[in-house]
């Protein structure tokens, strides 16, 4: 599937080399990606909520000509994995079990038309049942199709199982009812209804199945498709979800699949999980549905992709500048208060102004001045440097500050006020 699509990609990314993705761009990729999605049996509704989730994602974007392709199916495989996870899973033999502490029997109907490997996948489901220790009992109720009952009564005599069965043209919900009535009398723990293979365009016979699942209530409804089927297949599935919401399909022939559209479009149109695959004639040939296994059969391994820049990038918080940098010289005490403290912004700003004071370069410095200025308030706050008063407040500081000027290597220290070396 996705080797189609790398090609259309790798064609479209010559057009635009590194830069700012607008809609026009996005469209001209995102064409070539429908072609391909729909070759791949992709419904048009799944195809357009694709194209809608990568528009969300890749307008704005920074993206590199040779990895465009790449960006595009990593996201895709993003958006189809939401689908997949928003559909939801679905234990039958976890239910199966709680069920059976009730005392009660678990109920499954099929549906699905004929063709599609529904006999055969209920004779695997079966077969899974019994090799996890649950009895089963199944009820053929396809009573329209030609050689059903003989072809299900087969399958339970191969995997010693019971049938219940009428005749031909006896009413479908009927031998359902029955089927229930026999479980709950022999304690079974599971029932297996087959319906008939009906075209999901006649309605008499969607009838029909809509009365058998209000007759016998079925704990769980699955959907039976084949996945060479492609788009025909999504068609069914859709109408018989209108006619009977199911809960979770299975699909058939899926060794031979390798467009995987099908999965896709019935999870996306439905809203149901896919619960299990068919991978051959055979009754241990069924396979739970893995969504990790499947996006990497379609897409390879899972990889990080460098090549998106997003146009607004969010602050990480490993990035935030901070402050607690140890680099304090050893004292027997350290202060780690302001020592600006208790002074009044008014006054540091007065007294850096009368007496030309530059900013303290390091603390130590900065608990001088702030000693010098409580010495000056206390004095009355003079205008002119008193004896008494402080003792040549900044000749630390020059002197600091001349030796730094005198260096080669290092570029003159600007000024900047008090009241700025606080705030920082």
């Known amino acids: 599937m996705f080797e189609k699509l790398r090609n259309a990609f790798s064609i479209a990314a010559k057009s635009f080399g590194e830069k700012e993705l607008k809609e026009k761009d996005i469209d001209e990729v995102l064409f070539e990606l429908e072609i391909a999605l729909l070759e791949s049996d992709v419904a048009t509704e799944v195809i357009d909520a694709l194209k809608s989730d990568l528009k969300k994602q890749l307008?704005?974007?920074?993206?590199?000509?040779?990895?465009?392709?790449?960006?595009?199916?990593?996201?895709?495989?993003?958006?189809?994995?939401?689908?997949?996870?928003e559909a939801g899973k679905v234990d039958i033999v976890s239910n199966i079990q709680k069920n059976k502490e009730k005392g009660e029997s678990y109920i499954i109907s099929f549906m699905g038309i004929n063709g599609t490997g529904?006999?055969?996948?209920?004779?695997?489901?079966?077969?899974?049942?019994?090799?996890?220790?649950?009895s089963v009992v199944i009820a053929a109720a396809d009573t329209y199709r030609a050689g059903a009952i003989e072809q299900i009564s087969e399958?339970?005599?191969?995997?010693?199982?019971?049938?219940?069965?009428?005749?031909?043209?006896?009413?479908?919900?009927?031998?359902?009812?029955?089927a229930v009535l026999y479980a709950k009398s022999h304690k079974i723990d599971c029932i297996l209804i087959d319906t008939a293979?009906?075209?999901?365009?006649?309605?008499?016979?969607?009838?029909q199945i809509s009365k058998i699942n209000k007759v016998v209530n079925p704990d769980l409804k699955l959907f039976v498709g084949d996945s060479l089927a492609?788009?025909?297949?999504?068609?069914?599935?859709?109408?018989?979800?209108?006619?009977t919401a199911f809960d979770?399909?299975?699909l058939t022939k899926s060794d031979a699949d390798a467009r995987g559209g099908a999965a896709?479009?019935?999870?996306?149109?439905?809203s149901s999980p896919i619960l299990y695959l068919g991978v051959g004639q055979e009754y241990k040939d069924l396979k739970p549905f893995d969504k990790d296994v499947f996006l990497e059969t379609l897409f390879g391994p899972e990889e990080v992709v460098e090549g998106v820049k997003k146009r607004v990038l969010e602050p990480k918080v490993e990035l935030k500048p901070e402050p607690k940098v140890e680099l304090k010289p050893s004292s027997e005490q350290e202060i780690s208060e302001d020592p600006f403290a208790g002074i009044s912004t008014n006054d540091i700003e007065k007294y850096?102004?009368?007496?030309?004071?530059p900013p303290p370069e390091n603390d130590n410095q900065a608990r001088k001045l702030a000693s010098d200025i409580q010495k000056w308030i206390s004095t009355g706050r003079p205008k002119t440097k008193q004896t008494d008063g402080p003792k040549e407040p900044t000749s630390e500081l020059k002197t600091e500050k001349e030796t730094i000027e005198e260096s080669k290597d290092e570029k003159p220290i600007k000024k900047r006020s008090l009241f700025g070396w606080m705030k920082k």
Do not use: C, W
């Open 59 to 85: 307008i704005g974007s920074t993206v590199n000509k040779d990895t465009v392709d790449e960006v595009v199916k990593q996201e895709l495989r993003k958006s189809i994995s939401n689908m997949f996870d």
């Open 118 to 134: 529904k006999t055969t996948t209920i004779a695997k489901i079966a077969n899974l049942l019994r090799e996890n220790k649950y």
């Open 155 to 178: 399958h339970g005599k191969r995997l010693n199982i019971k049938v219940i069965a009428q005749n031909y043209g006896s009413d479908p919900a009927a031998v359902a009812r029955d």
């Open 197 to 207: 293979g009906r075209m999901q365009t006649s309605k008499n016979l969607m009838d």
């Open 230 to 243: 492609g788009n025909d297949t999504v068609s069914q599935a859709r109408e018989f979800y209108n006619y």
């Open 248 to 250: 979770g399909a299975i």
């Open 264 to 270: 896709i479009s019935i999870v996306k149109v439905t």
């Open 352 to 357: 850096s102004a009368l007496f030309d004071v």
